[in-house]
T-cell receptor, first 112, second 114 residues
């Protein structure tokens, strides 16, 4: 079982709709969770971090965490073509607080 | 967040040669991380570079192939030795961020081995 799992996509969403990206993780003791956005040919850029159960909102982005289900998600409201990118879920396992384990990423395409 | 630069930004190399990638940070950090991202894949941690001690390598990566230097708290190098086409990847360095152990990435080095 992979430590951090994501659907590779591509996920195609019409402009203006809500894009929903999902991630599950295996280490139940994990404490920190991150979403990175990576445009083609660029390095990953941190867009959201979440540490406690529930929702965390930042502009059009909402991160959701459910530690009991070992599930973290990212919602993007009012999707724009500029949101088209690969989204990487990342988890900091309790066993190694300085390391981050990345999922394989979900390719998101926003169609006009 | 830290400002991170990498050199070179890209290179094309012949098999059997070696390339040294530099990573410079604008602030002092204890740890620096080196990742590889093969085409269409996610990030794989190669090693953690600590100042004043040997780098810690992840499973599948060895010092002879990827020697790392960490001469001070703002700089590190990764060498890709005896390259083969399978080493064609993006190589990224990163540093820890603030609370919660997030990481910030440099712009990456795009390596093509012929």
């Amino acid at each position: 079982q992979k430590e951090v799992e994501q659907n590779s996509g591509p996920l195609s969403v019409p402009e203006g709709a809500i894009a929903s990206l999902n991630c599950t993780y295996s280490d139940r003791g994990s404490q920190s969770f991150f979403w990175y956005r990576q445009y083609s040919g660029k390095s990953p850029e941190l867009i959201m971090s979440i540490y406690s159960n529930g929702d965390k909102e930042d502009g059009r982005f909402t991160a959701q965490l459910n530690k009991a289900s070992q599930y973290v998600s990212l919602l993007i409201r009012d999707s724009q073509p500029s949101d088209s990118a690969t989204y990487l879920c990342a988890v900091a396992p309790y066993s190694s607080a300085s390391k981050i384990i990345f999922g394989s990423g979900t390719r998101l395409s926003i169609r006009p | 967040s830290a400002v991170i630069s990498q050199k070179p930004s890209r290179d094309i190399c012949q098999r059997g040669t070696s390339l040294t990638i530099q990573c410079q940070v604008d602030s002092q950090v204890t740890m620096m991380f080196w990742y590889r991202q093969q085409p269409g894949q996610s990030l794989t941690l190669i090693a953690t570079a600590n100042q004043g001690s040997e780098a810690t390598y992840e499973s599948g990566f060895v010092i002879d192939k990827f020697p790392i230097s960490r001469p001070n708290l703002t700089f590190s190098t990764l060498t890709v030795s005896n390259m083969s086409p399978e080493d064609s990847s993006i190589y990224l360095c990163s540093v820890p961020g603030g609370a919660g152990e997030t990481q910030y990435f440099g712009p990456g080095t795009r390596l093509l081995v012929l």
